[in-house]
């Protein structure tokens, strides 16, 4: 590509972004009517199928634009949004917590305007909210691609203080865990577009905050362990095999008690 073809898309890409938060608050309008009509006389599932993919589709183009503040909001959005059960179990109370999501939406696009690159109240706020939403005080990043084995997971973590965000993707996880706080990452090594290997790597690599949880990596290798001995590779590996719900168990324990006062009684 020629420097006069890329800085034409660099400008194209720059009006699209503009565009897109123009749009902004039109669709945080609508959103806002929304849960107030579903406050109002309930979750209709047309209802709250529209507000879900409102949600998701502000979630891909912030992503998109390199706008990651408001990604990180949607993607807290849309964990609550996939607890209620396609919206049945979306109650007044869960109504509430997603219209703070909405004013924190409207905040960032006035923080982005603004030209503010780091958003600290936001990130503040969020926590808060994640604490409102359940009692359980770690929040583990959950990898893998086979339904069968996160629900084995999911089952087996049940026992624990912690709150499972599960996602399939190794890429799309690497780009959350780099912008949103956990305390833990578990991923298989198994997972399309960026290996557990691969994401656990890069993590450690970055500068973010997370950079050091401590992380598990979870395989069907039973000799992955002997060579995976950098300071980049995971702090504990699991090997799929019976006993693989009460390992996983037990060494997630060990790994927040590591750094955590909680699970140690």
Same mark, same amino acid.
């Given at each position: 590509?020629?420097?006069?073809?890329? *800085?034409?898309?660099?400008?194209?890409?720059?009006?699209l972004?503009?565009?897109?938060?123009? #749009?902004?608050?039109?669709?945080?309008d !609508?959103?806002?009517?929304?849960?107030?009509?579903?406050?109002?006389?309930?979750?209709?599932?047309?209802?709250?199928?529209? @507000?879900?993919?409102?949600?998701?589709s502000?979630?891909?183009?912030?992503? $998109?634009?390199?706008?990651?503040? /408001?990604?990180?909001?949607?993607?807290?959005?849309? *964990? &609550?949004?996939?607890?209620?059960? #396609?919206?049945?179990?979306? $109650?007044?109370?869960?109504?509430? +917590?997603?219209?703070? @999501?909405?004013?924190?939406?409207?905040? =960032?696009?006035?923080?982005?305007?603004?030209?503010?690159?780091?958003?600290?109240?936001?990130?503040?706020?969020?926590?808060?909210?994640?604490?409102?939403?359940?009692?359980?005080?770690? $929040?583990?990043?959950?990898?893998?691609?086979?339904?069968?084995?996160?629900?084995?997971?999911?089952?087996?973590?049940?026992?624990?203080?912690? !709150?499972?965000?599960?996602?399939?993707? #190794?890429?799309?996880?690497?780009? !959350?865990? &780099?912008?949103?706080? @956990?305390? &833990?990452?578990? $991923?298989?090594?198994?997972?399309?577009?960026?290996?557990?290997?691969a994401?656990?790597?890069?993590?450690?690599?970055?500068s973010?905050?997370?950079?050091?949880?401590?992380?598990? &990596?979870?395989t069907?290798?039973?000799?992955? =362990?002997t060579?995976?001995?950098?300071?980049?590779? =995971?702090?504990?590996? +699991?090997?799929? *095999?019976?006993?693989? =719900?009460?390992?996983?168990? *037990?060494?997630?324990?060990?790994?927040?008690?590591? /750094?955590?006062?909680?699970?140690?009684?």
């Open positions: 590509m020629s420097s006069i073809n890329s *800085d034409t898309f660099q400008q194209m890409l720059l009006q972004r503009n565009t897109f938060l123009e #749009g902004m608050p039109e669709k945080l !609508r959103l806002e009517n929304l849960l107030l009509e579903m406050e109002k006389s309930g979750a209709d599932s047309e209802i709250f199928n529209e @507000f879900y993919r409102i949600v998701h502000l979630k891909g183009s912030g992503g $998109t634009f390199g706008l990651h503040i /408001t990604t990180t909001i949607c993607h807290q959005l849309e *964990d &609550l949004l996939n607890t209620t059960d #396609g919206g049945t179990k979306y $109650t007044p109370a869960l109504i509430a +917590i997603s219209l703070n @999501f909405v004013d924190l939406l409207r905040l =960032a696009v006035e923080q982005i305007h603004a030209e503010n690159t780091s958003f600290p109240q936001i990130e503040e706020r969020l926590g808060e909210l994640r604490k409102q939403l359940t009692k359980k005080p770690f $929040t583990v990043l959950l990898v893998d691609n086979s339904k069968l084995l996160t629900k084995i997971y999911l089952q087996a973590l049940a026992e624990l203080p912690v !709150r499972p965000v599960v996602m399939s993707d #190794g890429l799309q996880a690497l780009m !959350r865990v &780099l912008t949103e706080p @956990f305390d &833990l990452l578990i $991923t298989t090594n198994e997972i399309p577009v960026l290996n557990g290997v994401l656990i790597g890069a993590l450690k690599l970055s973010v905050k997370n950079h050091n949880i401590k992380s598990i &990596l979870i069907s290798n039973k000799k992955i =362990a060579y995976l001995n950098r300071t980049t590779d =995971a702090d504990y590996i +699991i090997v799929k *095999d019976a006993k693989l =719900a009460q390992n996983l168990v *037990d060494v997630t324990r060990r790994a927040l008690s590591a /750094t955590n006062d909680v699970l140690q009684t």
